[in-house]
């Protein structure tokens, strides 16, 4: 790869993330950054609202590593708490896997010169003794000032307390759940709990159940009650998402009984009758995602000022209700958003575009025009960008599905090599985000397709479920589907076709080439290659992920073994590249060691490639770098151009 083409790899990968975790409490936000990139240190930084030419403040030192590792995939690792007129701010350290806290106020003045617009008001405590699992930082606080909040020890999830006027204290558990829980949220006087739980066989949101629980004056629980109704969960599956207090009585969550996550209004008055106060049933639209990460938040704000997300087709829109009644929705460029916070009539979000990384965007309704907003946003577009197109064609079963088409920036053939992406999950999505692999290869003069096969997210829980126990049937079908609708449509060179996927995308991608010859040859970064090893080593949190995609183990023993990719690579003659870290925890390097002998003798071509240095996901610029490289030199042999 020349030095033109490292510099465009390097400047189509973003540059390490700022505004991670992001949250406003009144005019200030706070969010997770990384302040030396060698030492891959981080902390939580502060700056005024809005003031986007402020200097961060950095609130935490560098003795910390804040990070959430809950249910083996994480998600947010720390909260700030408005509390007694004072900030709360509560982590999750890594180090000492404890719980830590530390108070502040706001400055006397702010000056923006010594960036300090917060100050301590008491040093850093850490008030759990070290444990051996990991925390949630869906914390809630006490007007008795205790904290609670939800652990996993031993694979085991508690609800558990701590005494803020304490430090290294054991836990107390006051609840021991019968598997797992999350979303642990509060009333505003943290009287009412509330929280999510599910178990096997099922996934969080395939099916999971809601509960509240009334605490009394010495913090413990008094009263459980789980919600049940008949128009939403009595005789039927039904996934709840986000569970967010908006007021002392009023609880908003989304539900998918409809076939879409919809919004819903409960009225918890008394625990003894929960009540819906408003249920909202609109078909296209989702107002949740699936629960791989803790934090994920679709809704924002109080009953007098609240904003919802929702997703739209191929974008999200921005939703405000003032006391339960809609009362406007704006249309976003956004595709997706990692991170929404409310406070008043403050937004707070980062969202992602097809032609622009992510965005910072500070909202004040009080003052900005709302409808004007989006249209002003000060993107940094990328010029010379292919832009995804929609596309819809027959899958599996003739059913419609979805998937991204991008056509080649430059024409450099006289008929375009076929890049096919089988994303991973396999319950996720393509988004139409801007992705610099993508753009690299439609510089390079391909034709780029995302395909959304059955089983994908945003598309409404039949979709989802189209994947239930087909897992490496519908998603290759979909993807062969998709390719000869391109060659029918004479839009990409029909010898000369590539798939590429990751995770459960390379489980696709392999299969692919395992049946039929559609497909020229396949590129793999750390692939599910043996669903019986998945099965009895995966982590406790996709330890039933199979029984849905694949289904039990006893009965469905043959399926097992016909899907894995691992049991047929002798048969496969096509070229595959594959590249896998050897400190994935998620899938071991060692089922990809397990066939690079047989790979490199039957095919030419191949090659496996590992890193030292890298997980599930690669994070160094250089070993992307080789990636990219690797990978344009195999097409070069693979696909002869």
Known sequence: MGNDDKLKV?????????????????????????????????????RPFNVKDALPQKLTSKKYKIKNNFHGYGGK????????????????????????????????????????????????????KSIEGNFDSSFVISEN???????????????????????KQDIH??????????????????????????????????????????????GEIKKIKKFSNKLVNTNKNVSFFQPHWISEKILVCSEDSSGWWNLLFLDVSKIENVFIEKRLERNLIEYGAPQWVSGITFFSGTIKNLFCLAKKENNLILEQYKDLVFFKEFSTPFTAVSDFSV?????????????FFGNLLEIDCKEEVLSNVFEQINAEHIKDCSKPESFWFKGF??????????????????????????HSGPTSFFDGSYNAEVQYWTSKGFFVAEVNYGGSSGFGKVYRERLNYKWGIVDSYDCKALVLELIKLDLVDSEKVLIFGSSAGGLTALNCLSYGSIFTAAICKYPVLDLKDM????HRFEKDYLNSLVGNYEKNHDDYINRSPINHIKKIKKPILLFHGKKDTVISYKQTLKIKEILIQNN??????????????????ENREVVMQKSQEFLKNALNI
């Open 535 to 538: 099965h009895f080593n995966t």
């Open 10 to 46: 390097r400047q189509n990968f973003p540059k390490k993330r700022a505004f991670k975790e992001l949250s406003i409490i009144r005019d200030t936000i706070f969010w997770i950054d990384v302040f030396d990139e060698g030492q891959n240190e981080n902390a939580i930084f502060a």
């Open 343 to 355: 406070f008043e009539n403050k937004v707070v979000l980062k969202g992602y575009g097809s032609d």
């Open 397 to 422: 079963e003739d059913k419609s599905t979805h998937s991204f088409l991008y056509r080649p920036l430059f024409e450099k053939f006289r008929k375009p090599p076929l890049f096919v992406r089988a």
């Open 77 to 128: 690792s720390y909260k700030c708490i408005d509390f007694k007129n004072n900030f709360y701010l509560i982590w999750i350290d890594q180090l000492t896997k404890a719980v830590w806290f530390q108070i502040f106020k706001e400055a006397a003045s702010n000056d923006r010169g010594q960036n300090k617009y917060l100050d301590s008001v008491q040093e850093p405590r850490q008030l759990s």
């Open 173 to 218: 558990r006051i609840k021991k759940f019968n598997n797992f829980a999350g979303n642990l949220s509060s009333n505003t006087s943290a009287s009412l709990l509330s929280w999510i739980e599910w178990g096997s066989p099922y996934m969080p949101w395939e099916k999971n159940e809601l509960f509240f629980a009334q605490i009394d004056f010495d």
């Open 604 to 621: 030419k071509y191949s090659e496996v490639i590992f890193f030292d240095n890298e997980g599930h996901g690669f994070k160094n610029i």
């Open 145 to 167: 000032n205790v904290l609670y909040g939800i652990c996993e020890i031993d694979n085991i999830d508690y609800l558990f307390s701590l005494n803020l006027k304490k430090i």
